[in-house]
T-cell receptor, first 113, second 122 residues
Framework: SQQGEEDPQALSIQEGENATMNCSYKTSINNLQWYRQNSGRGLVHLILIRSNEREKHSGRLRVTLDTSKKSSSLLITASRAADTASYFCATGQLLDSNYQLIWGAGTKLIIKP | GAVVSQHPSWVICKSGTSVKIECRSLDFQATTMFWYRQFPKQSLMLMATSNEGSKATYEQGVEKDKFLINHASLTLSTLTVTSAHPEDSSFYIC??????????????????FGPGTRLTVL
């Protein structure tokens, strides 16, 4: 399975600043999802954006999707120390009529107090 | 939100033994469940798609005879690591989407993940 690519691999910023993470993919998608994972914990679904949507908001999160460029970005505004975690994007794709999630490698975000 | 549970959460076993991991959807029916493994500091790797009442679909490079998947009901999928070896030590995670969402919208809109099972093979 092809994997999406995320950049940066790691990001360290000061609390209060905005954090932006990007995700690129290679094939057509049904949707794109962002997940968060705290160290040693399970994944938490953050937001899903469908292929016919361009932008979505959820609290301090803003996700954009550009299907022409096959890329998405996750913006966390006014970051907090509690936002420190790894963030993964995953594309929902139909492959031979089966739905599968294809994951990116993740971005490790560190918020410095 | 929907809940997916996994059991056990942590298991240590001797090399050569088999370990069964259960994944249950607690408040919804799941025709499809996904099994992932995650190596330390690496992203999730999809191992297989578990389909209720039929054979699982394995990703390239995943040994189907080593990682046996059974999806006998709409709420339970099991992953059995047979003849486990130290290189099988990993974090195994299952996920599932809701029944109906797949056909109605063209895709399972949201995946609900289990908390994961950490397997350590000595």
């Amino acid at each position: 399975s092809q994997q999406g690519e995320e950049d940066p691999q790691a990001l360290s910023i000061q609390e209060g600043e905005n954090a932006t993470m990007n995700c690129s993919y290679k094939t057509s998608i049904n949707n794109l999802q962002w997940y968060r994972q705290n160290s040693g914990r399970g994944l938490v679904h953050l937001i899903l954006i469908r292929s016919n949507e361009r932008e979505k908001h959820s609290g301090r999160l803003r996700v954009t999707l550009d299907t022409s460029k096959k890329s998405s970005s996750l913006l966390i505004t006014a970051s907090r120390a509690a936002d420190t975690a790894s963030y993964f994007c995953a594309t929902g794709q139909l492959l031979d009529s089966n739905y599968q999630l294809i994951w990116g490698a993740g971005t490790k975000l560190i918020i410095k107090p | 939100g929907a809940v997916v549970s996994q059991h056990p959460s942590w298991v240590i076993c001797k090399s050569g033994t088999s370990v069964k991991i259960e994944c249950r959807s607690l408040d919804f029916q799941a025709t499809t469940m996904f099994w992932y493994r995650q190596f330390p500091k690496q992203s999730l790797m999809l191992m297989a798609t578990s389909n209720e009442g039929s054979k699982a679909t394995y990703e390239q490079g995943v040994e189907k005879d080593k990682f046996l998947i059974n999806h006998a009901s709409l709420t339970l999928s099991t992953l059995t690591v047979t003849s486990a070896h130290p290189e099988d030590s990993s974090f195994y995670i299952c996920s599932s989407g809701r029944v109906g969402g797949f056909r109605a919208s063209g895709g399972a809109d949201t995946q609900y993940f289990g908390p994961g099972t950490r397997l350590t093979v000595l």
